[in-house]
């Protein structure tokens, strides 16, 4: 029995499967060759890598949330990784895989469709264990862009954070506070659920403001609406284009403006204002009814 055990744990170790490298490592040993290019975002499933597996034995490659990506271009916007994943390479075998990731500069350009990073090393440890809460309290991209940078640019996490789970928003703004020696606020229910008529089988909701987008470029596709919890809308889809003069740089800033109403809506179920940039959802908000 024993020997079959020893047997067991050779034939896994000889395939790399009891324990992963990280893909740091693995670059330094010389085990893999790597490239990194954007997909032309600044958050969500931005960072496109190419992994190969160069050395005889099978590898099980880690890439761990903090890891700190540099652009080519001091100009643009250096990245952060949010996301872990394991990637299993047979020898001689090239995989290509997309990571979440945020930028870490909010003032300078969203990376071109196929420029390089380079991976420099893990950030600071604030930022660090930053990316480790949204790796395990995924949001939309965008609420989750609005929480590092408010660390990385030190300000209000209760103003400057937000999202369409307001528990994974209150795990976000109290690391940033405690880290940040800022007092945090106590949750607010209406910041995060809107208010509806409630009648009586059905419900009737407005939603009516505007939104300042950030980083719009010509073109860019803006649609608004009231959808349900399985993304089908429940109002008309309201649709703009960025033309001109909007977009002429990548920090151009956009003011989308919306008033909706929708009726005969089930009481019992939840309903979501977005507002979606080429098909990204840029900002969330949640009605659901309020009993008693």
Not at 270 to 292: C, D, P, S, T
Request: charged share 25%.
């Amino acid at each position: 029995m024993k020997k079959r055990l020893i047997i067991a744990i050779l034939i896994l170790l000889q395939a790399g499967v009891l324990s992963a490298v990280t893909i740091t490592d693995a670059l330094q040993a010389k085990k893999i060759t790597l490239s990194i290019k954007s997909t032309g975002s600044h958050y969500g499933k931005c960072v496109k890598m190419k992994l190969k597996n160069i050395s005889p034995q099978a590898q099980e490659i880690s890439i761990t949330p903090g890891m700190y990506l540099k652009h080519e271009n001091e100009a643009m916007q250096d990245h952060l990784i949010t996301e872990e994943q394991l990637i299993a390479l047979q020898p001689n075998q090239e995989k290509e895989v997309t990571i979440n990731a945020l930028c870490c500069q909010r003032s300078d350009g969203c990376p071109d469709i196929e420029s390089n990073f380079t991976i420099m090393n893990y950030a600071d440890e604030k930022a660090n264990t930053m990316c480790k809460i949204i790796s395990h309290y995924p949001q939309q991209a965008y609420a989750e862009q609005q929480a590092l940078w408010c660390l990385l640019n030190k300000g209000n996490p209760n103003i400057d954070v937000d999202g369409e789970d307001s528990m994974k928003v209150m795990k976000y703004r109290n690391y940033i506070c405690k880290v940040t020696s800022q007092k945090l606020e106590p949750f607010i229910r209406e910041n995060y659920q809107r208010p509806v008529i409630v009648q009586t089988n059905t419900m009737e909701m407005s939603a009516k403001g505007n939104w300042i987008l950030h980083n719009m470029k010509a073109n860019d596709i803006v649609v608004t609406a009231i959808y349900d919890e399985i993304g089908k809308p429940v109002s008309p889809e309201k649709k703009e284009i960025c033309y001109e003069p909007y977009g002429n740089i990548a920090k151009e800033k956009y003011n989308v403006k919306y008033e909706f109403t929708a009726t005969d809506l089930n009481p019992n179920k939840k309903y979501f204002l977005r507002i979606l940039v080429n098909g990204v959802v840029q900002k969330e908000y949640m009605y659901k009814a309020h009993w008693g």
